[in-house]
T-cell receptor, first 114, second 111 residues
Framework: DGGITQSPKYLFRKEGQNVTLSCEQN?????MYWYRQDPGQGLRLIYY???????QKGDIAEGYSVSREKKESFPLTVTSAQKNPTAFYLC?????????????FGPGTRLTVL | GENVEQHPSTLSVQEGDSAVIKCTYS??????FPWYKQELGKRPQLIID?????GEKKDQRIAVTLNKTAKHFSLHITETQPEDSAVYFC??????????FGTGTSLTVIP
């Protein structure tokens, strides 16, 4: 299950606090993604990045921020502006060259707001 | 944007029977349709995918069919086994940049 890692596995946050979720990949993939998973709602895209120092908003970007300073890293910050942050967060990466389409997922971080 | 609907949300089958999960999509420009399996507490993993220039693809007990005219695609699992029990997600992608996922099907295979 190596290649793309997320930390921590579980995270607890008090209301009003910002928190940063880590995502690292050693697959040399160009694109990286953040999804939020809630029961009965599938995976919803928060942000994605295809190249260093560039990223695009997904369908539910409000209350989240990202950075892509290195190809292998794509951290997600959940800000206090996110009204319902308790969820399971999944990071994914994908090779862009050669028409590759498969996304590889990390093990996820479960965030709970107390 | 694209809208993907997935049915049923839960499915129970007897071991050895077949299971079928169906998805519809809204944007006719979508051209890549992967299926992911997520076991309890684990990450989603790709089990099969199909591109819009193909109508059917098979990999051992798993097959996917695509009907571009009707804008729907289906996952077929034959000879189901208890280890097939998991949540299955379909997805659609237009450019390969953004993926739109269905809401998932929880499959239970009863021994």
């Amino acid at each position: 299950d190596g290649g793309i890692t997320q930390s921590p596995k579980y995270l607890f946050r008090k209301e009003g606090q910002n928190v940063t979720l880590s995502c690292e990949q050693n697959l040399n993939h160009d694109a990286m993604y953040w999804y939020r998973q809630d029961p009965g709602q599938g995976l919803r895209l928060i942000y994605y990045s295809q190249i260093v120092n560039d990223f695009q908003k997904g369908d539910i970007a409000e209350g989240y921020s990202v950075s892509r300073e290195k190809k292998e890293s794509f951290p997600l910050t959940v800000t206090s502006a996110q009204k319902n942050p308790t969820a399971f967060y999944l990071c994914a990466s994908r090779e862009l060259a050669g028409g590759a389409r498969e996304q590889f997922f990390g093990p996820g971080t479960r965030l709970t707001v107390l | 944007g694209e809208n993907v609907e997935q049915h049923p949300s839960t499915l129970s089958v007897q071991e050895g029977d077949s299971a079928v999960i169906k998805c519809t999509y809204s944007d006719s420009a979508s051209n890549y349709f992967p299926w992911y399996k997520q076991e309890l507490g684990k990450r989603p993993q790709l089990i099969i995918d199909i591109r819009s220039n193909v109508g059917e693809k098979k990999d051992q007990r798993i097959a996917v069919t695509l009907n571009k005219t009707a804008k729907h695609f289906s996952l077929h699992i034959t000879e189901t086994q208890p280890e097939d029990s998991a949540v299955y997600f379909c997805a659609a992608s237009i450019t390969g940049n953004q993926f739109y996922f269905g809401t998932g099907t929880s499959l239970t295979v009863i021994p």
